[in-house]
């Protein structure tokens, strides 16, 4: 049957283009239908992301068969960092079937290099502080928060269509009733009159959180394709976790009174809505909240962590991360977690994944950022 790969045209387009998922992992035990509302959320030009970007969508379809999905940005942040000529792929999702997958990633090529971009990367839903990677290693567990799952078959079908591995992004699960290693906890106490611990001051929230932002910005600053968070979308998602996460799940660690390090423990989520296919309505709400709430979440993962780069390197660094680990540590056992992701880490940061290793850490899931050089129109 003739495949046809269309740009979206208006709200139907893109409530298929949401829920086009569905039709490929209803069936996976293990993936996990996210809300509705905040893929919708996510699209909305009034999202903080479509001030410095634009994007358009596609859809496969055979027939009258939708058969597949993929986006394509431009973040203008790039321009900046001096990426001028990168353009990226995202929501990047079809059946097992490799011509599917082809003429998809044409279209966002295509799409890309009409406007003067000579490289492709991807995939990411939609920029890199949010969803990234196409899951290669770990299909048979769900996904925690704001992690991608996916079917087995697209890492090969992306390659299939001349695309190479960039970087592999890295998943740890470890169980927070960890005890330091013996040589760890000898530095925090030699240094404990010089470095300070603490939670969020919630009468000064907005304060502490601009600093982590900065403190964000300047300890990503070199990672593969960083692009700074604003302050106003690090304010909106600050504001937002402070309505499901007490102050010691946000800690903030100091040097003589000044924040150079910190991290955020969210409460996985995806555990309390994996049973409701995507939707609050009518009764999703109150079993959310309930969830969340009363009966409290077994897991978390550490989303965002960052010690300021004058600080990293060597055993301050690796105690001003111990550190804020440390009272998130405090936090998850308080709350009865019994398993927390640490994602995601970049594979090369082996400073980082030897502080997770000897914490007890096990390496759980892989996601695979993929790139190519964008040939010339034919």
């Known amino acids: 049957m003739t495949l046809r790969i269309a740009p979206l045209d208006g709200s139907a387009d893109l409530d298929r283009f949401i829920r086009f998922p569905w039709t490929i992992l209803a069936e ?9 509302m905040d893929r ?6 009034k999202h903080p992301f479509f001030e410095h970007a ?7 379809w055979e027939g009258d068969r939708c ?10 942040r790039n321009e900046a960092e001096g990426r001028p000529a990168l353009g990226s792929f995202g929501m990047l999702d079809a059946i097992d079937d490799a011509r599917v997958h082809a003429a998809l990633l044409e279209a966002a090529e295509g799409w890309l ?13 939609l920029g890199v502080n949010q969803e990234l990677g196409t899951l290669v290693d770990g299909f048979d567990t769900p996904p925690y928060f704001m992690m991608p799952h996916g079917p087995r078959w697209a890492g090969a079908h992306i390659e299939a269509a001349g695309y190479e591995k960039a970087v592999d992004l890295l998943a740890y699960e470890i169980e927070p009733a960890f005890e330091h290693p013996p040589a760890m906890a000898r530095l925090l106490a030699r240094l404990g009159r010089e470095l300070v611990f603490r939670p969020i001051d919630k009468a000064r929230a907005e304060d502490d959180l601009r600093t982590m932002c900065a403190i964000f910005n300047d300890a990503w600053s070199n990672n593969w394709r960083f692009l700074p968070f604003s302050e106003k979308e690090f304010l909106a998602i600050g504001k937002e976790m402070l309505l499901v ?7 903030i660690g100091e040097i003589d009174g000044t924040a150079v390090s910190f991290a955020v423990l969210l409460p996985n989520i995806n555990e309390a809505i994996a049973d409701l296919n995507g939707r609050l309505l009518p009764f999703g709400w109150a079993k959310l909240l309930w969830r969340l709430k009363v009966r409290g979440l077994r897991s978390g993962r550490v989303a965002l962590m960052g010690v300021r780069k004058a600080h990293q390197g060597g055993r301050l660094g690796a105690a001003l991360a111990y550190g804020v680990i440390d009272g998130l540590r405090t ?20 400073p980082m994944r030897h502080i ?23």
């Open 356 to 378: 997770i290793e000897n914490l007890g850490g096990v390496l759980t899931k892989r996601y695979r950022m993929y790139g190519r050089d964008l040939p010339a129109a034919s």
């Open 67 to 76: 058969v597949g999905r993929i986006s394509a940005q431009i973040d203008r």
């Open 245 to 251: 996460v007490p102050p010691d799940a946000i800690q």
């Open 113 to 125: 290099r009409a406007r003067g971009k000579t490289r492709i990367e991807g995939p990411f839903n």
């Open 331 to 350: 936090c998850a056992v308080r709350q009865g977690m019994t398993a927390v992701e640490l994602s995601w880490i970049l594979e090369e940061n082996q």
């Open 54 to 60: 634009e994007w358009q969508g596609w859809l496969a």
């Open 28 to 36: 996976d035990p293990a993936w996990v239908p996210p809300l509705l």
């Open 40 to 45: 919708k959320q996510q699209l909305s030009p």
